[in-house]
Structure formats: C-alpha cells, structure tokens
C-alpha cells in the first residue's frame, strides 16, 4: 500500500450503532487529519494529530471520537451519529516542515 | 464567514480552451496558496501550490497567477482537456496555525470533446 489508506470505503449506519472508520498512512509524515466533505460547504477541518498528539478540534460533537495510537495509523470512532452527519471522511497526512497535505479516497458514510 | 471564496461554482470549456477559477481571500497573514484537484471517488491532491513572494508559477499546463493588492489568485489550465474533468478547490493558510487550510467551495471543471 502506498499514501493515505482508509477503511471502510463505504459504510452505512443507523443512528444507535457505533463504527470506526480508519486512516494509514505511508508517508512517514507526522501529522494526520480528518476531514468532513458535504456538498456546497468547503471542507470542514474536524481534528489535526501532531506526533499523536491532539493539537486542533474544531468544535466537533462527542459522538466523533479520534484516536492516534502512533503517527502512521488515525482512527475516528462514531457513535450515535445523525442523518446531517452523512458526508465524505477524508483522512490527511502532513510533513511538519511542509504545508503539502497528502489526502486519502475517502470513506462515504451514510446515517440512517 | 468565508474566508476563501471561489468562483465560479461550475465551469464548462471545451477541449483545447482554457479554463480560469478564481479565488478572493480576506486574511492578509496568508501565505501558502494550493490548488486541489479532486475526481470522483478520490480524496484532493495537490496540483500547484505558490507563496505570495511571486506572482505566477507555472507546472506544465496549469499556471497559478497572485495578485497580492487585490488578494486573489486564480488558476489557468491551458489546452484544457476531458482528462481535466474534476473539481478544484483553492485554500489558503498561514505558519503558526497548525498549517490549518481555509478551503474555498470549490468549481466543478467539465471539458467537453
């Protein structure tokens, strides 16, 4: 595998359930993010991860819980989710002494 | 507050033409300024990227023109082709802040045959 990697590609949920979507990275970067994707919005920084560390969270709701177990692998646990939830995942890595964020295809998620 | 905005919102050229997208920003601490390329069922990847010490960057068929005054920078995609079928986004973003990238809405390119 080579870049940014996310799994599932595609999921579909109810609002009760829990899901984790997953990033891998391959770029020995050290920065990850995620991003929300919706149609006629700019994309929405949610969470940025520095060396694992939490240095952003832009006033995303608990039921989006991030997890950074090292620098390669980012994880975004939901839980109780709603239908407006529904949008494009993208995960993102960074060198920190770039500004080029290298993006992954996305997980298309859908709340029922 | 939209604090990069793109224009148009969708774009129609025909094979060969050029296609312009425009993008206003309003925060003067700016200093990066990428273009994004995304199609369909894939994540945005970098197509050009400049800094506001030069006022056009040029990587083969897509040139990047900055007008620091005006705060704007457009992209330009000579001899458009089908291939350059996508949506792109502008965004800008400023050291210290976690390099954090102010997205435009993005254009949606569609270059007819």
């Known amino acids: 595998e080579t870049g940014v990697t996310q799994t599932p590609r595609h999921l579909v949920m109810g609002m009760t359930n829990k899901k984790s979507l997953k990033c891998e990275q391959h770029?020995?970067?050290?920065?990850m993010y995620w991003y929300k994707q919706s149609a006629k919005k700019p994309l929405e920084l949610m969470f940025v991860?520095?060396?694992?560390?939490?240095?952003e969270n832009n006033s995303v709701p608990s039921r989006f819980s991030p997890e950074c177990p090292n620098s390669s692998h980012l994880f975004l646990h939901l839980h109780t989710l709603q239908p407006e939830d529904s949008a494009l995942y993208l995960c993102?890595?960074?060198?920190?002494?770039?500004?080029?964020?290298?993006f992954g295809p996305g997980t298309r998620l859908t709340v029922l | 507050q939209q604090q990069v905005k793109q224009s148009p919102q969708s774009l129609i050229v025909q094979k060969g033409g050029i296609s312009i997208i425009n993008c206003a920003y309003e925060?003067?601490?700016?200093?990066?300024f990428p273009w994004y390329q995304q199609f369909p069922g894939k994540g945005p990847a970098l197509l050009i990227a400049?800094?506001?010490d030069v006022s056009e960057k040029k990587e083969g068929r897509f040139t990047i023109s900055f007008n620091k005054s005006a705060k704007q920078f457009s992209l330009h995609i000579m001899d458009s082709q089908p291939g350059d079928s996508a949506t792109y986004f502008c965004?800008?973003?400023?050291?210290?802040?976690?390099?954090?990238?102010?997205w435009g809405l993005g254009t949606s390119l569609a270059v007819n045959p």
């Open positions: 993102a890595s960074s060198s920190l002494d770039t500004d080029t964020q290298y």
């Open positions: 770029l020995g970067h050290n920065a």
């Open positions: 991860y520095n060396f694992k560390e939490q240095t």
């Open positions: 925060n003067t601490a700016f200093d990066y």
């Open positions: 400049i800094r506001p």
């Open positions: 965004a800008a973003s400023r050291a210290g802040n976690n390099r954090k990238l102010i």
